[in-house]
């Protein structure tokens, strides 16, 4: 099984940790990660990717110099960080990783992981998470599923970031794709959400495109003017 450090050189931010680690979706790992009530008669796959992700987060604090507790489950389901510390977790096919900083250096961040999106099933997907418009700008040295994964990693990674500053579910629709910018995936915030977010008129989303999958990060830098 693979554990450690696991950010990608493209990914990787100053006074950022990360931790990843492989599971199983019959979830014989980590089972001394306790499990919130709502999750008791969950499915094995739904018990092992929270248990992985937990176990990772807690990892990552650990890295960070925090006290290595696992991060409990809030009310509205997002995953209760200590005091001071930002963090963001994401599991997909049987992979996890979570990412911990300060909240003196970070307002929020955002971390996703995505397999690679079938071909097949991009078309009655697209409408849901991005326009032709914004597949159109990526579409260069970008395949049709990849174009379409990394959208949608994307703004996933987005609104774990931007939800400590909103508190509510953001839409797909609510971020738009601007351009590949460096490497970057640049995106601008869309009508009132605009509002919610201390000024900032776009935000990068830094990715790594791995053999199956996607990575995606995102962060907020500090402002101490910015009211959450």
């Known amino acids: 099984m693979t554990e450690g450090e696991a950010?990608?050189?493209?990914?990787?931010?100053?006074?950022?940790?990360?931790?990843a680690c492989d599971y199983t979706p019959a979830g014989n790992e980590f089972t001394d990660i306790f499990l919130p009530p709502h999750l008791a008669s969950?499915?094995?796959k739904r018990k092992a990717e929270f248990r992985a992700g937990r176990y990772c987060a807690m990892r990552a604090l650990e890295a960070m110099g925090a006290l290595p507790?696992?991060?409990?489950?809030g009310p509205d389901r997002a995953p209760v960080w200590p005091d001071g510390v930002v963090g963001s977790i994401s599991h997909s096919a049987g992979y996890a990783i979570a990412v911990a900083a300060r909240r003196l250096s970070y307002l929020g961040l955002g971390i996703d992981v995505e397999g690679i999106v079938p071909a097949d099933e991009v078309a009655g997907l697209l409408s849901h998470v991005a326009s032709e418009a914004?597949?159109?700008?990526l579409s260069a040295g970008f395949s049709p599923a990849t174009s379409f994964t990394l959208l949608f990693s994307g703004k996933e990674a987005i609104y774990k970031t931007i939800y400590p500053l909103v508190r509510r579910f953001v839409g797909f629709h609510e971020m738009s794709f601007v351009k590949l910018d460096q490497g970057k995936l640049l995106f601008r915030p869309v009508g009132v959400i605009s509002q919610s977010l201390?000024?900032?008129d776009s935000i990068s989303v830094s990715f790594d495109r791995q053999t199956d999958r996607?990575?995606?990060m995102c962060s907020i830098p500090f402002d101490p003017t910015c009211q959450m």
Do not use: D, F, N, Q
């Not at 950010?7 to 931790?19: F, Q």
């Not at 507790?69 to 489950?73: D, E, L, M």
């Not at 914004?134 to 700008?137: Q, V």
């Open 7 to 19: 950010l990608p050189p493209t990914l990787r931010l100053p006074g950022v940790s990360a931790y």
């Open 42 to 44: 969950a499915s094995p």
């Open 69 to 73: 507790a696992v991060p409990p489950i």
């Open 134 to 137: 914004e597949m159109k700008r």
């Open 198 to 200: 201390c000024g900032l």
């Open 214 to 216: 996607i990575l995606s």
